[in-house]
C-alpha cells in the first residue's frame, strides 16, 4: 500500500490519459503508474476479495486477469507546501471512495487500447423498473443482447501522423452485429488498411437555437460488413467532434508488420482462452464489466517485448501455477535491469523512465469495472460474459486469419 499511501500525503494527480471508455473523474498519480478511480462499494469490496482470498479459494486464479490492487483513498483535501492540510471539499458534500489500482497503459510507449463490455445484461435485479426496461432496450438495439459484446472504445497508433486513430463509444453503438469485424480492422489494422476517420471538426453553432456540438454533425457511410439476409442494411455511424490532432480523413500505411501483428493476435487469443476457461468454473456475475486489451503501438518495441518474452523460459507447466505462472504475468514481469543495481535503485527521473520502456510488456489483457458485480453462489457461471468472450474470440480468430494471409503474401 506504499504507493497509495505516497497519494494520501498530498502528491498531486491528474486525469488519466489513454482512457479510450468509462466514467469521467477517473485520476492517475504523478507517475502515471496508478490509477485513482471513485468506486461504489461492490467495486471496493470485489478487489478486496480478489486480493485476500487464499491461493486454495478458486477466485484465487481470478488474480492475474485484474489490475492490481494497491487500496483505497477518500480525498478530504490537499497538502499545501506549507504542511497545513487545506480543506477542498464542503464537509457535508458526500466523499466517494476510490480504488488505486494499477494502470494498465503504464509503461507502453504508444499503448493502443482496447475496451469491450462483456454480457447480456446492463442491470442488476435490484434496478428500478425504469432502470431495467432502459437497459433491456439498449441491449436490444445494440450488439449487446444477441452477441454479449459490445466495443465500448479503442484507441489505435498510428506512426504516420504521430496520432491515434480513435474508435468513440458512439461506433459500438451504432453498429450490427455482422460489423463486429470492422472494430477488429480499426484495433489490428494491416499496413495495407485504409481506416476512415470517425471523427469531424464541431460544426459551427446555429444562430436561430442552441444546439449540442453533435447537432450538426455530418454522417460517415456505413461501416463495410458482409451480406446478411437476417439484418438489415446498418444506419451510417455518427461522427464524434474532432479533439487533438487527429486531424485525418483516412488512416493508412499502419507500421506494424503482419508477423508483428500475428504475434499479437496469438497472444490475446491465448489469454482469451485462459480467461474463458476460468470463468466457466467461477459463479460470479459481471454486469458492466470489460476486458481491455492494450498492446505496444510502436513497431520497435514491440519488436523488443516480444523478443524478451521468448527469451524467457515457460513457467506455467502444471494445472495449479503459482501466483506468476500465468502468462500476463510473464508478459508484466519487470525485466532485470542489465546495468547493475545502482540503477535498480534509482527510482525516480529519465533513468526509471527509460527502464519503464526497456520493460514494456507486449500485450496486457484484465477484466475491468467491477461496480455491478456480485458472487452468486448456486447460480453457475455468467452466461452473457462468457458469450461475450467467445464472440470476441471468433472476432480475434477471423482478423488473424486476414493477418495470416498478408504475412503469407508478404
Given at each position: 500500500?506504499?504507493?497509495?499511501?505516497a497519494?494520501?500525503?498530498?502528491?498531486?494527480?491528474?486525469?488519466?490519459?489513454?482512457?479510450?471508455?468509462?466514467?469521467q473523474?477517473?485520476?492517475?498519480?504523478?507517475?502515471?503508474?496508478?490509477?485513482?478511480?471513485?468506486?461504489?462499494?461492490?467495486?471496493?469490496?470485489?478487489?478486496?476479495?480478489?486480493?485476500?482470498?487464499?491461493?486454495?479459494?478458486?477466485?484465487?486464479?481470478l488474480?492475474?486477469?485484474?489490475?492490481?490492487?494497491?487500496?483505497?483513498?477518500?480525498?478530504?483535501?490537499?497538502?499545501?507546501?506549507?504542511?497545513?492540510?487545506?480543506?477542498?471539499?464542503?464537509?457535508?458534500?458526500?466523499?466517494?471512495?476510490?480504488?488505486?489500482?494499477?494502470?494498465?497503459?503504464?509503461?507502453?510507449?504508444?499503448?493502443?487500447i482496447?475496451?469491450?463490455?462483456?454480457?447480456?445484461v446492463?442491470?442488476?435485479p435490484?434496478?428500478?423498473?425504469e432502470k431495467?426496461?432502459?437497459?433491456?432496450?439498449?441491449?436490444?438495439?445494440?450488439?449487446?443482447?444477441?452477441?454479449?459484446?459490445?466495443?465500448?472504445?479503442?484507441?489505435?497508433?498510428?506512426?504516420?501522423?504521430?496520432?491515434?486513430?480513435?474508435?468513440?463509444?458512439?461506433?459500438?453503438?451504432?453498429?450490427?452485429?455482422?460489423?463486429?469485424p470492422?472494430?477488429?480492422?480499426r484495433?489490428f489494422?494491416?499496413?495495407?488498411?485504409?481506416?476512415?476517420?470517425?471523427?469531424?471538426?464541431?460544426?459551427?453553432?446555429?444562430t436561430?437555437?442552441?444546439?449540442?456540438?453533435?447537432g450538426?454533425?455530418?454522417?460517415?457511410?456505413?461501416?463495410?460488413?458482409?451480406p446478411?439476409?437476417?439484418?438489415?442494411?446498418?444506419?451510417?455511424l455518427?461522427?464524434?467532434?474532432l479533439?487533438?490532432?487527429?486531424?485525418?480523413?483516412?488512416?493508412?500505411?499502419?507500421?506494424?508488420?503482419?508477423?508483428?501483428?500475428?504475434?499479437?493476435l496469438?497472444?490475446?487469443?491465448?489469454?482469451?482462452?485462459k480467461?474463458?476457461t476460468?470463468?466457466?468454473?467461477?459463479?460470479i456475475?459481471?454486469?458492466?464489466?470489460?476486458?481491455?486489451?492494450?498492446?505496444?503501438?510502436?513497431?520497435?518495441?514491440?519488436?523488443?517485448?516480444?523478443?524478451?518474452?521468448d527469451?524467457?523460459?515457460?513457467?506455467?507447466?502444471?494445472?495449479?501455477?503459482?501466483?506468476?505462472?500465468?502468462?500476463?504475468?510473464?508478459?508484466?514481469?519487470?525485466?532485470?535491469?542489465?546495468?547493475?543495481?545502482?540503477?535498480?535503485?534509482?527510482?525516480?527521473?529519465?533513468?526509471?523512465?527509460?527502464?519503464?520502456k526497456?520493460r514494456?510488456?507486449p500485450?496486457?489483457?484484465?477484466?475491468?469495472?467491477?461496480a455491478?458485480?456480485?458472487?452468486?453462489?448456486?447460480?453457475?457461471?455468467?452466461?452473457?460474459?462468457?458469450l461475450g468472450?467467445?464472440?470476441?474470440?471468433?472476432?480475434?480468430?477471423?482478423?488473424?486469419?486476414?493477418?495470416?494471409?498478408?504475412?503469407?503474401?508478404?
Amino acid at each position: 500500500m506504499e504507493a497509495a499511501s505516497a497519494l494520501a500525503l498530498g502528491q498531486p494527480s491528474t486525469p488519466l490519459l489513454n482512457q479510450v471508455a468509462g466514467h469521467q473523474g477517473v485520476m492517475s498519480d504523478a507517475s502515471g503508474s496508478l490509477v485513482i478511480k471513485p468506486s461504489l462499494p461492490k467495486e471496493i469490496a470485489f478487489y478486496q476479495l480478489i486480493n485476500e482470498t487464499p491461493r486454495s479459494s478458486p477466485f484465487s486464479k481470478l488474480k492475474p486477469f485484474i489490475p492490481k490492487y494497491f487500496g483505497t483513498l477518500r480525498l478530504e483535501g490537499r497538502l499545501e507546501g506549507n504542511g497545513q492540510l487545506q480543506a477542498d471539499i464542503p464537509e457535508k458534500a458526500e466523499i466517494p471512495e476510490s480504488v488505486v489500482i494499477q494502470n494498465l497503459s503504464h509503461g507502453f510507449t504508444h499503448p493502443s487500447i482496447l475496451d469491450a463490455k462483456l454480457g447480456t445484461v446492463l442491470h442488476e435485479p435490484t434496478a428500478s423498473e425504469e432502470k431495467k426496461e432502459r437497459m433491456e432496450k439498449n441491449a436490444r438495439e445494440t450488439t449487446t443482447k444477441k452477441t454479449g459484446l459490445r466495443l465500448t472504445g479503442s484507441q489505435t497508433w498510428h506512426a504516420p501522423t504521430q496520432s491515434y486513430i480513435l474508435t468513440p463509444k458512439s461506433f459500438g453503438k451504432g453498429i450490427k452485429a455482422s460489423q463486429l469485424p470492422s472494430g477488429m480492422v480499426r484495433y489490428f489494422p494491416l499496413p495495407t488498411d485504409h481506416i476512415p476517420s470517425l471523427v469531424t471538426p464541431p460544426s459551427p453553432a446555429p444562430t436561430t437555437s442552441t444546439s449540442s456540438t453533435f447537432g450538426n454533425a455530418q454522417l460517415a457511410p456505413p461501416v463495410p460488413s458482409a451480406p446478411s439476409s437476417a439484418e438489415s442494411k446498418p444506419p451510417p455511424l455518427p461522427l464524434t467532434p474532432l479533439t487533438g490532432n487527429n486531424e485525418a480523413k483516412e488512416y493508412a500505411g499502419h507500421a506494424l508488420p503482419p508477423k508483428l501483428l500475428l504475434r499479437v493476435l496469438d497472444i490475446v487469443d491465448a489469454e482469451l482462452s485462459k480467461l474463458e476457461t476460468l470463468l466457466t468454473g467461477l459463479e460470479i456475475r459481471f454486469v458492466g464489466a470489460s476486458v481491455l486489451v492494450v498492446y505496444e503501438g510502436d513497431a520497435d518495441r514491440l519488436a523488443a517485448a516480444l523478443d524478451r518474452l521468448d527469451s524467457r523460459p515457460p513457467k506455467f507447466v502444471s494445472d495449479e501455477p503459482e501466483d506468476d505462472d500465468d502468462l500476463m504475468d510473464l508478459l508484466e514481469d519487470e525485466e532485470t535491469d542489465s546495468e547493475g543495481s545502482e540503477e535498480s535503485d534509482d527510482l525516480d527521473g529519465p533513468k526509471a523512465d527509460e527502464r519503464e520502456k526497456r520493460r514494456c510488456p507486449p500485450v496486457v489483457l484484465k477484466l475491468i469495472d467491477f461496480a455491478h458485480t456480485w458472487l452468486e453462489e448456486g447460480g453457475g457461471p455468467d452466461q452473457g460474459v462468457l458469450l461475450g468472450l467467445k464472440t470476441l474470440r471468433g472476432l480475434i480468430a477471423g482478423r488473424r486469419g486476414e493477418v495470416q494471409s498478408a504475412v503469407k503474401e508478404a
